[in-house]
Nanobody, 119 residues
Framework: QVQLVESGGGLVQPGKSLRLSCTAS????????MGWYRQAPGKQRELVAT???????NYADAVKGRFTISRNNAKNTVDLQMNSLKPEDTAVYYC?????????????WGQGTQVTVSS
């Protein structure tokens, strides 16, 4: 069984920063990808940033230059540093993990952490 636990969400003013962290535990095999998605009220879940083995780090256009993702393979963690936050960044942020070598891949999700950007 694989579990993802997120932390670091909260209420922050526009222009400020937050750091999200996610730790994977359980039977962790080969990590193919880890990252973050988000879902705002009334909208579909969307990619924020992912780190995939053997590929460039991927960021959504809306967060490029403001968010930085980092992964620690030894600790099975992935962090998201969010700077210059905007009200439109308000959403539930979900940690994502994909396990496997060359397929099939098995995907897991955290329970989500709320990020609210408001003055």
């Amino acid at each position: 069984q694989v579990q993802l636990v997120e932390s670091g969400g909260g209420l922050v003013q526009p222009g400020k920063s937050l750091r999200l962290s996610c730790t994977a535990s359980g039977t962790i095999g080969n990590i193919y990808a880890m990252g973050w998605y988000r879902q705002a009220p009334g909208k579909q879940r969307e990619l924020v940033a992912t780190i995939t083995t053997g590929r460039p780090t991927n960021y959504a256009d809306a967060v490029k230059g403001r968010f930085t993702i980092s992964r620690n393979n030894a600790k099975n963690t992935v962090d998201l540093q969010m700077n210059s936050l905007k009200p439109e960044d308000t959403a539930v942020y979900y940690c994502y993990l994909s396990l496997g070598y060359s397929g099939p891949y098995f995907d897991y999700w955290g329970q989500g952490t709320q990020v609210t950007v408001s003055s």
